[in-house]
């Protein structure tokens, strides 16, 4: 093996192709936009299509629109392929701006362009994807798959497949070494023989995936299966089912020209965390201009209903574990940030006479939305804890500080799913910890359009806040 990396990002067969159809949709879409407005293109307007072009493939390469979707939703599909599109339109917008031709160029005509492009984009993959999920589930363009090991990864790995019938994989069974009396298959899958039987299916063309889901300590079976697999036509998969897989989100790493698997990393990487950052700009910037005088007026009520400061100013935990100031309308009669912090319960006497509406309702949180543009916290991620509150659990649950790999938020996936206010037991805390690492493994700017929907339906109140 040379030094080149082994290890391929998942790219689909026709991504080419899906290129130049989307190229071919921008140009032809402004034709027929100057064409139905009846204007003669200029030198202009073909430049800014090629601007279009260049901006729109920067975009989906960036956002990995070109990936094979075999295994992913049709939501997630049509929203990475509008954030495409929306860049695109900025990238052009902004180029107008900054030449200062925008009066050269036709606003109607722009903006059916845009338009028009956007909906034929969504509709080819939407019409292409029901196409093929169509002829799978009526036997065609259909894998054969195969599961080494019948383990607990196995029955997942089987549920998800199952669940997701336009992947079009089929599951024959699971093939293990084992005696009967030491398997225990799970449920849905049937035991199919040994794994010198498997050989022998993938040969005779039965069997055209296999996944592998031994645990880590079977490396050197796992490379012995691998070295006869190897000499097959089968398609093969390693399904890594150490315990820290389904916690975080996992990625294939270079050192140099050596690959690695991380397994505690962070999502916000190069362009993501550029977008994620856009992302709260755009939210906090839009959300202060409509509560900023509501805030004046919750100012005011905690002014007048009580002493001391109107703002509460708590020593938290941010990104990576580094401390941060999170800003919140005061509640309390004290101001607590030392190295013992009391929960608020219920009727607490330290309340002030609105501090109880006030964190029911979620409002003394409306500040840190400041805290979101100085780029300390996001709009959407893991609630921060007071620091003292940290050095608790984080000696009782386990990998409680994975929840800093990303910044934390005002509202999160653990707040929406019925998880905020007083966590005055453990299991309560381990449910958060949970939702959160699940929020950071499927981070998505679509989860996050999610969330921010949820939250204005139900995640401002709950049972648990005080």
């Known amino acids: 093996m040379g030094k080149k990396g082994f290890v391929r990002n998942n790219v689909n067969q026709f991504a080419v192709l899906y290129r130049f159809l989307d190229l071919l949709i921008i140009q032809v879409c402004l034709l027929l936009a100057a064409e139905l407005y009846g204007i003669t293109l200029t030198m202009h307007y073909y430049l800014i299509g090629l601007i279009a072009c260049v901006a729109y493939l920067f975009s989906a390469e960036m956002l990995w629109l070109y990936r094979s979707w075999r295994a992913g939703s049709m939501k997630e599909i049509l929203f990475v392929a509008?954030?495409?599109?929306?860049?695109?339109?900025?990238?052009?917008?902004?180029?107008?701006?900054?030449?200062?031709?925008?009066?050269?160029?036709s606003r109607v005509v722009i903006s059916f362009w845009f338009?028009?492009?956007?909906v034929m984009s969504c509709t080819w993959r939407a019409a292409f994807r029901y196409f093929l999920f169509r002829i799978r589930k009526n036997g065609f363009n259909t894998r054969s798959v195969a599961i080494i090991g019948a383990n607990e990864t196995a029955g997942e790995l089987t549920k998800e497949i199952r669940n997701t019938p336009e992947t079009g994989y089929n599951v024959l069974g699971v093939y293990d070494d084992r005696a009967p009396e030491r398997i225990s298959v799970p449920s849905g899958l049937e035991l199919q023989g040994k794994i010198n039987e498997l050989y022998e299916d993938v040969n005779s063309g039965k069997v055209d995936m296999v996944f592998i889901s031994l645990p880590m300590t079977a490396n050197r079976r796992i490379e012995q299966i691998l070295r006869v697999l190897g000499d097959t036509p089968a398609q093969v998969h390693l399904v890594p089912n150490f315990f820290v897989y389904n916690l975080l989100h996992s990625r294939i790493c270079n050192?140099?020209?050596?690959q690695t698997v991380s397994v505690f990393d962070s999502p916000m990487k190069g362009a993501m965390n550029f977008l994620k950052r856009m992302e709260d700009i755009i939210l906090a910037s839009a959300i202060l201009a409509v509560i900023a005088i509501p805030m004046l007026f919750i100012a005011a009520a905690v002014k007048l209903t009580s002493k001391g400061p109107v703002i509460f100013k708590q020593n938290r935990y941010g990104m990576d574990g580094k401390k941060i100031k999170v800003w919140k309308f005061r509640t309390m009669t004290v101001t607590e940030d030392g190295d013992e912090v009391k929960q608020a319960t219920k009727n607490d006497s330290r309340l002030t006479p609105i501090g109880g509406f006030l964190r029911r309702t979620s409002l003394d949180e409306l500040p840190q939305f400041i805290n979101v543009l100085q780029g300390s916290m996001s709009v959407v991620g893991p609630r921060p804890h007071a620091v003292a509150h940290n050095e608790m659990y984080r000696k009782k649950v386990e990998y409680y500080m994975l929840r800093h790999r990303i910044k934390p938020g005002i509202t999160g996936w653990a707040q929406v799913n019925g998880w905020r206010g007083e966590t005055d037991t453990i299991d309560k805390m381990q449910m958060r910890i949970q939702y959160?690492?699940?929020?950071?493994?499927?981070?998505?700017?679509?989860?996050?359009?999610?969330?921010?929907?949820?939250?204005?339906?139900?995640?401002?109140?709950?049972?648990?806040a005080y």
């Open 255 to 258: 050192v140099g020209e050596l």
């Open 82 to 105: 509008s954030m495409s599109h929306l860049l695109m339109i900025s990238v052009v917008v902004g180029w107008m701006f900054i030449s200062k031709t925008s009066d050269d160029f």
């Open 436 to 464: 959160d690492l699940e929020y950071i493994k499927n981070w998505s700017l679509w989860l996050d359009f999610k969330i921010v929907i949820f939250t204005f339906f139900k995640g401002f109140v709950g049972n648990n």
């Open 115 to 118: 338009s028009l492009s956007w």
